[in-house]
């Protein structure tokens, strides 16, 4: 089992910047995949940023250029550096992280933190 703890949420002027924060911790794992994914209401879920174990990085079109999204594997903690936010980043952000396993791979999900963009 592998529990995320998600931090940096909170209010921001548009045009200002947040860092959210995640945290992996747990028993015998070893996470490949993770990646910060937002929900806005009446909306559905959406992949923001994920990056691999690796480094390698993707990216939601409407973010490109404005998020950024960073990875200690030491740490287990992923970061989502968010500037020039706009209201429309307004959201709850999730954080999931992928653990392969022998059969399969699992995934984990943090609880979630608010964004909000507003003057």
């Known amino acids: 089992q592998v529990q995320l703890v998600e931090s940096g949420g909170g209010l921001v002027q548009p045009g200002g910047s947040l860092r959210l924060s995640c945290s992996a911790s747990?028993?015998?794992?070893?996470?490949?995949?993770m990646g910060w994914y937002r929900q806005a209401p009446g909306n559905q879920r959406e992949l923001v940023a994920g990056?691999?174990?690796?480094?390698?990085?993707n990216y939601a079109d409407s973010v490109k250029g404005r998020l950024t999204i960073s990875r200690d594997n030491a740490k287990n903690t992923v970061y989502l550096q968010m500037n020039s936010l706009k209201p429309e980043d307004t959201a709850v952000y999730y954080c999931?992280?992928?653990?392969?396993?022998?059969?399969?791979?699992?995934?984990?999900w943090g609880q979630g933190t608010q964004v909000t963009v507003s003057s």
């Open positions: 747990g028993n015998d794992f070893s996470i490949n995949f």
């Open positions: 999931k992280a992928e653990v392969p396993k022998p059969r399969a791979v699992y995934s984990y």
């Open positions: 990056i691999t174990s690796g480094g390698a990085t």
